[in-house]
């Protein structure tokens, strides 16, 4: 072998740049070996595993392990552990699971997922939107359709879409600014008797309640607090007065609906809360006349019951 001291003894390729000559020298043995086995390596990889993309998927490979394979084997670890809570989520009601710690610990701890997957996008993380989106918050004690924990989860299964009727055409620009001053008078306390007055012979007296603090019935605002589902600036209250809330004939009302996550469970609720008001046992309602088959179900009652206990512990809850 050539002396790779001496330069005149060791072959080269003929390249030569600057002076600078190009060795012909083998490559480190080490190096050759990694070469060699990174090769090896690969072969044995594409024997064992998933590797070469066809048509309608790849080859499995003499272990048939995917990615998908191991998520699977390892969601069902979680689902086992979880099965004995979920069962006995199935026939508990959603006061029950309040009162048991075990149980509200259980549900309030795994339905994070469940919140962000369906209500964050409008309702926050924690249930607080964004400033001004026009989403209700959901971690005050405010609430335009109840916060006890049976209203809660009618107002997922069942959805809301309230409607306040667009007043451009109602009102003239004199009574609108009476109106505005006397929504922002009353949100601080302020008695205003000539915008009372208006807002009764207007008509507002029918929604809001007598007291401007709103009609759980119909989910109408309290106008007497200071929590505003668009905003309560003077141009945003008038704005509201004028064009209304999911008004009909109105192209530029506000547009404010929550979505129905589960019409079957809404009328069994109903159902229920009328045998309940008439003296009878909720137990011994016909299902099949109350029911008629193809209500939607885009989440299960098990899941609104866990959403519904998540939302009544983020601090609102009545």
């Known amino acids: 072998m050539a002396d790779k001291n001496n330069s005149n003894q060791v072959l080269d390729t003929g390249h030569e740049w600057d002076g600078?000559?190009?060795f012909d020298n083998p490559c480190p043995r080490w190096w050759l070996n990694a070469l060699y086995l990174s090769g090896l390596f690969t072969i044995v990889y594409y024997i064992l595993f998933p590797s070469l993309p066809l048509v309608n998927g790849?080859?499995?490979g003499l272990r048939g392990w995917t990615q998908i394979t191991k998520y699977k084997e390892e969601l069902a670890k979680v689902e086992l552990k979880r099965a004995p809570f979920e069962d006995k989520l199935m026939v508990m009601s959603a006061e029950e699971i309040l009162a048991d710690q075990d149980?509200?610990?259980?549900?309030?701890?795994?339905s994070k997922v469940l919140f962000g997957d369906n209500c964050a996008a409008c309702h926050g993380t924690g249930g607080n939107p964004t400033a001004g989106s026009g989403y209700p918050i959901l971690a005050d004690d405010d609430w335009l359709y109840g916060g006890a924990i049976n209203e809660i989860m009618m107002s997922i299964a069942n959805g809301r879409m309230g409607m306040m009727p667009a007043h451009a055409a109602m009102?003239?620009?004199?009574e609108v600014d009476q109106l505005v001053q006397f929504v922002i008078d009353t949100s601080n306390g302020v008695s205003n008797e000539s915008g009372m007055n208006l807002y009764n012979t207007k008509g507002c007296v029918a929604c809001h309640g007598s007291d401007a603090t709103g009609i759980k019935l119909v989910g109408s605002a309290n106008l007497a607090d200071r929590v505003w589902r668009f905003a309560g600036s003077e141009d945003e209250i008038r704005y509201t007065i004028l064009h209304?809330?999911?008004?009909?004939n109105d192209s530029q009302t506000r547009?404010?609906?929550m979505p129905q996550w589960s019409e079957k469970l809404a009328v069994m609720m109903e159902a229920k809360a009328y045998a309940i008001e008439e003296g009878e046992d909720p137990n011994d309602i016909d299902w099949s006349d109350e029911l008629e088959g193809d209500e939607a179900e885009r989440l299960t009652e098990t899941e609104i019951k866990k959403l519904a206990v998540y939302v009544h512990q983020f601090g609102g809850g009545q």
């Open 20 to 22: 600078i000559k190009e």
């Open 58 to 60: 790849s080859t499995e």
């Open 103 to 110: 149980m509200l610990n259980y549900v309030t701890g795994s």
């Open 171 to 174: 009102l003239n620009d004199e």
């Open 244 to 248: 209304g809330v999911n008004s009909t």
């Open 255 to 257: 547009v404010a609906v």
